[in-house]
Antibody, heavy 120, light 107 residues
Framework: EVQLLESGGGLVQPGGSLRLSCAAS????????MSWVRQAPGKGLEWVSS????????YYADSVKGRFTISRDNSKNTLYLQMNSLRAEDTAVYYC?????????????WGQGTLVTVSS | EIVLTQSPATLSLSPGERATLSCRAS??????LAWYQQKPGQAPRLLIY???NRATGIPARFSGSGSGTDFTLTISSLEPEDFAVYYC?????????FGQGTRLEIK
């Protein structure tokens, strides 16, 4: 059974940093692209970033480019999102999700999400 | 960036009725379009990928159609558990984009 478990969310001040983790199990993690998608309170879904399994190529939304870094540790079956220079508008539930092959999307399995709140 | 526009914003129907949800892209996405369902407090669930293929475990009452810029998600006969928010998503071009969602509510 595929399982994705996010952690690392919490309250952070504007300008601060946070690192999210997503522990994966139930599939061959290194073979699949993974993504982060966020949802601000009461709003719709926003794609944040993706990383391929094959060559770890990365892709970012313009809204986070230069501030967020996606990475993966295939030996630990874990996906990461390093978030720097956080802003109030980054407040959201952050979901990690597994791609349905062969590409980096669509997303066929999702974690339950971790809440990031950026506020002073 | 490809903009996806979903309509209507809210759809009010009764169980047993047919639901038709629309997603229009600002430029062609071929058939690289997916549909997701999200219930309150839950993560999204993949329903349809590549415009018309049902994901694993999705009931046959859900179907998708379209290509290019116009797409439709049809639920043939609504069950009580189908009332939720539905999003379309394109993977034709980076950045990946989602529509703003259609809320399907019980009439």
């Amino acid at each position: 059974e595929v399982q994705l478990l996010e952690s690392g969310g919490g309250l952070v001040q504007p300008g601060g940093s946070l690192r999210l983790s997503c522990a994966a199990s139930g599939f061959t993690f290194s073979s699949y692209a993974m993504s982060w998608v966020r949802q601000a309170p009461g709003k719709g879904l926003e794609w944040v970033s993706s990383i391929r399994g094959s060559d770890s190529s990365t892709y970012y939304a313009d809204s986070v480019k230069g501030r967020f870094t996606i990475s993966r540790d295939n030996s630990k079956n874990t996906l990461y999102l390093q978030m720097n220079s956080l802003r109030a508008e980054d407040t959201a539930v952050y979901y990690c999700a597994k791609a349905r092959p062969p590409g980096a999307n669509p997303l066929d399995y999702w974690g339950q999400g971790t809440l990031v709140t950026v506020s002073s | 960036e490809i903009v996806l526009t979903q309509s209507p914003a809210t759809l009010s129907l009764s169980p047993g009725e047919r639901a038709t949800l629309s997603c229009r892209a600002s430029q062609s996405v071929s058939t690289y379009l997916a549909w997701y369902q999200q219930k309150p407090g839950q993560a999204p669930r993949l329903l349809i990928y590549d415009a018309s293929n049902r994901a694993t475990g999705i009931p046959a009452r859900f179907s998708g159609s379209g290509s290019g810029t116009d797409f439709t998600l049809t639920i043939s006969s609504l069950e009580p558990e189908d009332f939720a928010v539905y999003y379309c998503q394109q993977r034709s071009n980076w950045p990946i984009t989602f529509g703003q969602g259609t809320r399907l509510e019980i009439k």
